[in-house]
């Protein structure tokens, strides 16, 4: 669980966020508990309850806000991004952990792969398998085109983020082997912006 609390001119509000229920604790100027409860950890919850709703938080709240380590949202813009991201990288490890189970099962059976990118991956591979794992391997080659074919396009899709929304990585791909990719994950998870003056020297 996570602990957020906000405070007001008159009350200081404690909030346990929890996976599916958040509980929540409002408190008077003078401390005394106004209201209590849960309500389901959704965004039309949190709408319907006006009073902005545990009791631990809202008390540490209303002596020293910054005990509880106050922590600053992404706009919702940079987290959808930031999920385009993650979505490709989510797609990288499911290709890689199938690239080395192809690898693994054709060295049992003696047949060890030349080196390839993961492109030309199944291609090359395809005209390696022996007749008797043939039926557990191609689909799995098949798998692995069609992961590759979705990565390229995530791909497409963050350098064009990268031109148009966050021109600052142009600043980082100035680095020697930083591409589209590692620059835009390197602003959206610092949440990093724009420096006009830099981006004016360009």
Same mark, same amino acid.
């Given at each position: 669980?996570?602990?957020?609390?906000?405070? $007001?001119?008159?009350?200081?509000?404690?909030?346990?966020?929890?996976?599916?229920?958040? %509980?929540?604790?409002?408190l008077d100027a003078a401390g005394w508990v106004l209201e209590e409860g849960r309500l389901r950890t959704a965004p039309a919850?949190?709408?319907?309850?006006?009073?902005?709703?545990?009791?631990?938080?809202?008390?540490? =709240?209303?002596?020293?806000? /910054?005990?509880? @380590? #106050?922590?600053? %949202?992404?706009?919702?813009?940079?987290?959808?991004?930031?999920?385009?991201? /993650?979505?490709?990288?989510?797609?990288?490890?499911?290709?890689?952990?199938?690239?080395? %189970?192809?690898?693994? $099962?054709l060295k049992s059976f003696g047949a060890r792969l030349s080196r390839c990118s993961k492109r030309s991956f199944s291609h090359?591979?395809?005209?390696?398998?022996?007749?008797? +794992?043939?039926?557990? !391997? !191609?689909?799995?080659?098949?798998?692995?085109?069609?992961?590759?074919?979705?990565? =390229?396009?995530?791909? @497409? @899709?963050?350098?064009?983020?990268?031109?148009? /929304?966050?021109?600052?990585?142009?600043?980082?791909?100035?680095?020697?082997?930083?591409? #589209?990719?590692?620059?835009?994950?390197?602003?959206?998870?610092?949440?990093?912006? #724009? +420096?006009? @003056?830099?981006?004016?020297?360009?």
């Amino acid at each position: 669980m996570t602990p957020v609390a906000t405070t $007001a001119t008159t009350l200081t509000i404690g909030i346990d966020l929890g996976d599916f229920f958040s %509980h929540f604790c409002v408190l008077d100027a003078a401390g005394w508990v106004l209201e209590e409860g849960r309500l389901r950890t959704a965004p039309a919850a949190f709408e319907q309850d006006r009073s902005l709703r545990a009791e631990k938080l809202a008390r540490v =709240a209303r002596m020293d806000p /910054r005990l509880l @380590s #106050p922590i600053q %949202h992404r706009e919702e813009t940079v987290r959808a991004d930031l999920a385009v991201l /993650r979505a490709r990288n989510c797609l990288v490890a499911m290709r890689t952990q199938l690239v080395n %189970h192809v690898r693994g $099962a054709l060295k049992s059976f003696g047949a060890r792969l030349s080196r390839c990118s993961k492109r030309s991956f199944s291609h090359k591979t395809a005209e390696q398998i022996p007749e008797a +794992l043939r039926a557990a !391997m !191609m689909p799995l080659l098949k798998l692995i085109d069609l992961l590759t074919v979705r990565i =390229a396009r995530y791909e @497409s @899709s963050m350098q064009q983020l990268a031109e148009e /929304r966050y021109p600052v990585t142009e600043l980082l791909r100035k680095v020697n082997g930083v591409g #589209p990719v590692t620059s835009l994950a390197f602003v959206l998870i610092a949440d990093a912006r #724009p +420096l006009p @003056s830099a981006l004016g020297n360009r």
